[in-house]
């Protein structure tokens, strides 16, 4: 993608005058012009010493950060900034006067907010004033990415190159929306081998293309965000038309100060998936399904509701996630691991969803499967399939503690006589704690643990090529969250050492994901299928329902009725012809 870039050169002077000084009454300002304070590099060339400057007061921010913005009519040099962060040092006092469009002289030192490319230039105020009435410059129009942002560093701009939201997880702590003139952003390791030079690039572009939406204050846990009024928090992929404020580099970001309201356009929550098939299979993260002693009480647990009506919330958003997607079996991961009496939160889950008269039912491993606080399970409808056989489990070696214990049945559509092998999976998670060696970040964008899930992986595949449900259970489907992107070392070797095929490029579905980190979209769940079942699926998609929905629609904080935000994965639904 192409984009031009923003040059004042290019605007006729007495435009850009009238642009960005009319409250300067075409007077020069008094002392050194602000141009000259931010300089054409990212550090100012007069860093530490005391200057005066003039212009008019853009942005009002000494409640949230310190200080305030001022703009003069500028220098003539397209490659400066005409707009300074004041910040209010001991001993300067504002005068009354000073407000948005007032015009102002300050005299200060200058200063840098942070080291190396980080830092925003400042002054320390040690004098403000005099202030008189006036009105601040219009925003500068910005149409697309700029080249390079340094030189609008400071100024008052308004952002008219749609915007995607891509981020809404600092919104709550620190009033912050993530933004990309690039649509979507992915996670590199998703598109390109973790540790290439297409890896690199990608990280680079993304790093590029990212601006973030501020709430003009560095506060934590603000409450209620300006900018967005009694708008509800939007989801990931809403266009912003328009975002008007001040441009700054603060906290390692370059990101935009907003003084008005954003202009949005909500992106609507997808309907369930529908594809086609006779037997239709889900996989399902349910993020920490526990209920307590399963009787009401025992709250807090180790994980997931901290109440009993939390669960009840949570399991509610569940059922109605797992009861639209209409499949006939379904793989399912972070359950509580507390076995398969009654009071176990797998048995409370099926009887919530037969509550209207379904007939599911799970398979009963015995024990476990797996000695972690959390495990897989799988449930079906009984009206629909059947179960072959016992079910199997893979235990030792990275299954445990680590990677959870896979769980495989076979099934066999009622009337039917093809049975499907269903494998659960669940492989350990990127957090570093306790990795060492070969399992710590080995800063190849995989995190740690990778050299674990990709044991996991060869072991996996090794086991399915023994046929632990016997010799005619050749269409297996192996799925859930592998804890790895789709270019990661397990996935490549379950795909292109072993033969598994990925579900998603056999149906032919662009541009998957069922994962949002960091503003980063990326697949950590995934499907595979044996080369003997590819040509019998029909149809293959993910349900955007959790990963895009803001983390307050969820049952710990807004609980917005029905299935949104059920999980922070998206489930995945295949449909089967045998």
Known sequence: MTHRRLSRRAWPLPLLLCAVACACDGARPAGTAIGQVQGDGPRSPLDGREVTVEGAVTADFRDGLGGFYLQDAGDGDARTSDGVFVRLAGGADAPPGLAVGARCRVRGTVAELGSGRESLTAIEAAAIGPCSPGRAPAPLPVEALPADWEPLEGMAVRIQAPLTLIASHALGRWGELWASFDGRQWQPSELAAPGSAEHARLRAHNLRQRLVLDDGSSARDPGSVPYLGDTPVPRRGSLVSAAEGILEHRNGSWRLQLTAPLQLQAAEAPPPPQVPGKLKVAAFNLENLFNGDGRGGGFPTRRGARSAAAYQAQLAKLVATIQAMDADIAALMELENDGYGPESSLAQLVDALNAGGARWRFVDAGTGPGP???????????????????????????????????????????????????????????????????????????????????????????????????????????????????????????????????????????????????????????????????????????????????????????????????????????????
């Open 372 to 578: 972690d606080t959390i495990r897989v399970g799988l449930i079906y409808r009984s009206e629909r399939v059947v179960p072959r056989g016992r079910p199997a489990v893979l235990e030792g070696g990275p299954f445990g503690t680590r990677s959870r214990v896979p769980l495989a049945q076979a099934f066999v559509r009622k009337g039917g006589r093809t049975p499907l092998v269903v494998v659960a999976n669940h492989f350990k998670s990127k957090g570093c704690s306790e990795a060492t060696g070969a399992d710590a970040d080995q800063k190849d964008g995989q995190g740690c643990w990778n050299a674990l899930r990709t044991e996991s992986a060869r072991r996996l595949h090794a086991w399915l090529q023994e046929r632990p449900l016997g010799r005619d259970a050749g269409r297996v489907v192996i799925l859930g969250d592998f804890n790895a992107y789709a270019m990661e070392d397990p996935l490549r070797l379950l795909r292109e050492e072993s033969g598994w095929r990925d579900a998603f490029a056999v149906a032919g579905i662009p541009s998957p994901y069922s994962y949002v980190y960091d503003g980063l979209s990326g697949r950590l769940d995934h499907a595979l299928l044996s080369p003997e079942l590819a040509p019998a699926l029909r149809g293959a998609a993910e349900w955007h329902v959790n990963a895009d929905e803001p983390d307050e629609a969820g049952y710990a904080a807004r609980n917005v009725p029905g299935p949104a935000r059920s999980s922070d994965h998206d489930p995945l639904l295949l449909g089967f012809d045998l």
